[in-house]
Antibody
Framework: QVQLLQSGVEVKNPGASVKVSCKVSGYTLTELSMHWVRQAPGKGLEWMGGFDPEDGETMYAQKFQGRVTMTEDTSTDTAYMELSSLRSEDTAVYYC???????????????WGQGTLVTVSS | QSVLTQPPSVSGAPGQRVTISCTGSSSNIGAGYNVHWYQQLPGTAPKLLIYDDKNRPSGVPDRFSGSKSGTSASLAITGLQAEDEADYYCQSYDSSLSGSYVFGTGTKVTVL
């Protein structure tokens, strides 16, 4: 049973960067395809990017390309999502979630981390 | 912004049946990509409800069912219960924009 435990609340100034972590237990990170999804207050879910199980590369949503970096530390089974040049619109809950299968197209996210609230405010 | 459109809200009395639509296009649902559904209870992370259009993970009541046709999919909840009051999201894959995962706009289910 995969479990994902995320880091705590973050408050950042506009223009700063934030790095959110997601610790895996029950499996090793190398067995999983970790992705990140965010949810602004009162809004819907938005996919940001994650590991492509078919080519081994990281895929990013076009909206975040150049501003987001997703990395993994396999020695600690921890995934990271760093978002730079923060603005108020980046205020959201950020979730890590794993792809359930080893394909890209017909795939879904299960399970999810508990979420990390990132607030961007001066 | 979401490329899968859902009604903002649906409601029903306990015991009734409600359905939630998820409308996409030729680059996602219409291209044959499967649809998955999530339930998000207030203040919690989304939880997988239906995968591959119509399959329920272990532990999900059979009151929840999914279907797909053309460029749309639907989630039905029969025998509505108070604990079903939550937000529901559909999700699929989109082959435009170099490929990406897309979510629906979300639907709030209210039990009257």
């Amino acid at each position: 049973q995969v479990q994902l435990l995320q880091s705590g609340v973050e408050v950042k100034n506009p223009g700063a960067s934030v790095k959110v972590s997601c610790k895996v237990s029950g499996y090793t990170l190398t067995e999983l395809s970790m992705h990140w999804v965010r949810q602004a207050p009162g809004k819907g879910l938005e996919w940001m990017g994650g590991f492509d199980p078919e080519d081994g590369e990281t895929m990013y949503a076009q909206k975040f390309q150049g501003r987001v970096t997703m990395t993994e530390d396999t020695s600690t089974d921890t995934a990271y999502m760093e978002l730079s040049s923060l603005r108020s619109e980046d205020t959201a809950v950020y979730y890590c979630a794993t792809l359930a299968m080893t394909t890209v197209t017909n795939n879904w996210f299960d399970p999810w981390g508990q979420g990390t609230l990132v607030t961007v405010s001066s | 912004q979401s490329v899968l459109t859902q009604p903002p809200s649906v409601s029903g009395a306990p015991g009734q049946r409600v359905t939630i639509s998820c409308t996409g296009s030729s680059s996602n649902i219409g291209a044959g990509y499967n649809v998955h559904w999530y339930q998000q209870l207030p203040g919690t992370a989304p939880k997988l409800l239906i995968y591959d259009d119509k399959n329920r993970p272990s532990g999900v009541p059979d009151r929840f069912s999914g279907s797909k046709s053309g460029t749309s999919a639907s989630l039905a909840i029969t025998g509505l219960q108070a604990e079903d009051e939550a937000d529901y999201y559909c999700q699929s894959y989109d082959s435009s924009l170099s490929g990406s995962y897309v979510f629906g706009t979300g639907t709030k289910v209210t039990v009257l």
